[in-house]
């Protein structure tokens, strides 16, 4: 016997059909394999939709919650290129004052975020003090306890008020 071939827009088509005979909810649920919840799903987007309604949808996000509109990024990229020394707390602030209660103002670090994939942004170079650490050379031991170390962790002082050394 071969494999009886079906979409998902015919199973929720078979689901809505079986409604409008008149069976129950719970039994028809239960004969496709899906909650009453799905099931009511399903239901309601037909009554309201029609058979629109039973094809599937888009999980694309409806709206990105970190992106920001066109118009305030290139507002921020526009401020930066003509005031090149200020930084995102400043530009942030000129954009507080400029967008007061019209649109949300994204946070600093996101007004830096938008410099630095715009390439405004210059990296501080990493100093390094005194030069490269080096340490000791390893010790090969050749019996086990013949290695021993220690960590320094300071000087404290005990309940008693002497100092001590750890």
């Given at each position: ?6 979409s998902?827009?015919?199973e929720?088509l ?9 069976e ?14 799905t099931?009511y799903?399903?239901?309601d987007r037909?009554?309201e ?10 999980r ?42 019209d ?7 996101t007004?830096h ?14 100093r ?13 031991p ?16 005990t ?8």
């Amino acid at each position: 016997m071969p494999w009886r071939e079906s979409s998902v827009m015919e199973e929720r088509l078979r689901f809505v059909a079986r409604l409008l005979e008149g069976e129950g909810m719970s039994d028809v649920c239960r004969d496709f394999g899906i909650s009453r919840k799905t099931g009511y799903k399903i239901y309601d987007r037909y009554k309201e939709e029609g058979l629109d309604a039973l094809c599937d949808r888009s999980r694309r996000p409806v709206r990105y919650a970190n992106q920001l509109p066109d118009q305030i990024e290139r507002l921020i990229v526009e401020t930066k290129r003509d005031k090149p020394h200020w930084g995102a707390r400043k530009i942030r602030e000129l954009l507080v004052r400029r967008l007061a209660g019209d649109v949300r103002i994204p946070a600093k670090s996101t007004v830096h975020a938008v410099l630095d994939r715009h390439g405004l942004v210059k990296r501080a170079r990493q100093r390094r003090r005194g030069g490269k650490a080096e340490g000791t050379p390893l010790s090969q031991p050749t019996r086990p306890n013949e290695l021993w170390c220690a960590d320094f962790k300071g000087e404290f002082k005990t309940g008693d008020g002497n100092t001590a050394i750890r």
